[in-house]
């Protein structure tokens, strides 16, 4: 097989360059981390597992018009995407606290927010990802007025869109972070939802008994940490009969 040109290694994922000019292959991996990288594990079968929720949920948002880079799932850890100029933002959308928002104004976990929030932070590691303000985006060129608007506008659908989503499946959107990108077409130039979109980067929550689903289990030390990226994909309908078969082996082919 060729060896195919890596353009990014992130601890979930691989980017490699794309069969067409234009596009990129995203590899799910089951390497996870938390606390800025303090904390490192595997969860396995999370790649598998993410790269089938977040196929499912970029298909149902292009369904109602969201823009994505998403273009096709490949096999079990890749997909397709198009090729984006990703804009250095970490998109979080906050329904209820927990998490940073918890420990930053002493709150209990679990309050649900009177309206929905949206927060920036700065996407770079090395500094812990800092939050920002829109005065810092746009006096560091990282996006216009408008193209901050358009991404706040696109936050909020896609919250609506996912908070019924999974409700609708017995699991509470507690807040996610979501990443954009601008993609060309010809001389348009559009904004469009990037990255993925799974259990690494929503805080779920089941419904009724408020268990947590996702990565928190793994962010807290909790146990039954890869069964439940199982959970939340059998309740979206779509984990096989059976399962993904062996979903545990190293795939990662160059
Ligand atoms: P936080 O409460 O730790 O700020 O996280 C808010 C949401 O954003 C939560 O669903 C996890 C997600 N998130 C990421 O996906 N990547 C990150 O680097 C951080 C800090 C949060």
Not at 49 to 57: G, Q
Not at 115 to 143: C, Q
Request: charged share 30%; glycine share 10%.
């Amino acid at each position: 097989m060729a060896r195919r040109r890596q353009l990014y290694e992130g601890t979930a994922k691989v980017l490699f360059e794309g069969p067409e000019p234009g596009t990129v292959v995203q590899h799910f991996k089951d390497d996870a981390s938390s606390d800025n990288k303090q904390k490192r594990g595997v969860i396995t079968g999370k790649g598998v597992i993410n790269n089938r929720i977040s196929e499912y949920l970029m298909t149902r948002m292009t369904d109602v018009g969201i823009p994505t880079h998403f273009v096709r799932r490949l096999n079990m850890r890749e997909q397709l995407v198009r090729e984006v100029e990703i804009i250095p933002l970490d998109i979080v959308v906050r329904n209820v606290v927990a998490g940073s928002l918890a420990r930053r104004f002493g709150l209990p976990d679990g309050q649900r927010l009177e309206r929905s929030i949206v927060e920036f932070y700065h996407k770079n590691d090395e500094l812990g990802n800092p939050m920002v303000l829109e005065e810092h985006i746009t006096a560091f060129g990282w996006a216009t007025h408008q193209e901050i608007d358009e991404v706040i506008a696109l936050s909020l659908r896609i919250n609506d869109f996912l908070y019924g989503l999974f409700i609708g499946h017995g699991i509470r959107l507690i807040d996610f972070k979501v990443e954009f990108g601008r993609l060309w077409d010809g001389e348009q130039q559009r904004i469009v939802l990037a990255d993925e979109v799974s259990p690494d980067n929503c805080r779920l929550w089941d419904a009724e008994t408020g268990d947590k689903l996702g990565k928190d289990r793994f962010r807290e030390g909790m146990d039954r940490v890869a069964e439940a990226y199982q959970e939340v994909a059998r309740r979206l309908g779509i984990l096989p009969e059976g399962g993904f078969g062996d979903i545990s082996g190293p795939t990662l082919v160059q």
